[in-house]
């Protein structure tokens, strides 16, 4: 299983930007499909996460900017996100969690991360 994020790049403060993260493989179905982050020098933190059937939970720092979708059918997950501020520059990392393969096996999987900055 192979996790592609894209959609990073260079922002004014207040701009928008929208990552998305493709899961590829022997997929037979995700559980959870998240966000996560990491700025210089911090640990990692979760930013949102999107259950197969739509639960959604946000941390409360980027409540009411970003929003996380997926497309069950292409193993995408989405963040959009709006009035970005300097703090939200990060590496942003995708996660598929409960990935169950057709295999039978299951696993925990992570994109490469793509790079978000938001200049002041």
């Known amino acids: 299983v192979q996790l592609q994020a894209s959609g990073g790049g260079l922002v004014q403060a207040g701009g928008s930007l929208r990552l998305s993260c493709v899961a590829s493989?022997?997929?037979?179905?995700?559980?959870?499909m998240g966000w996560y982050r990491q700025a210089p020098g911090k640990q990692r933190k979760t930013v949102a996460a999107?259950?197969?059937?739509?639960?959604?939970d946000y941390a409360d720092s980027i409540k009411g900017r970003f929003t996380i979708s997926r497309d069950n059918a292409k193993n995408t997950v989405f963040l959009q996100m709006d009035s970005l501020k300097p703090e939200d520059t990060a590496v942003y990392y995708c996660?598929?969690?409960?990935?169950?393969?057709?295999?039978?096996?299951?696993?925990?999987?992570w994109g490469q991360g793509t790079l978000v900055t938001v200049s002041s």
């Open positions: 999107i259950s197969r059937g739509g639960t959604i």
């Open positions: 493989g022997s997929i037979s179905s995700i559980n959870v």
């Open positions: 996660n598929a969690g409960g990935v169950w393969l057709r295999t039978g096996d299951s696993g925990n999987y």
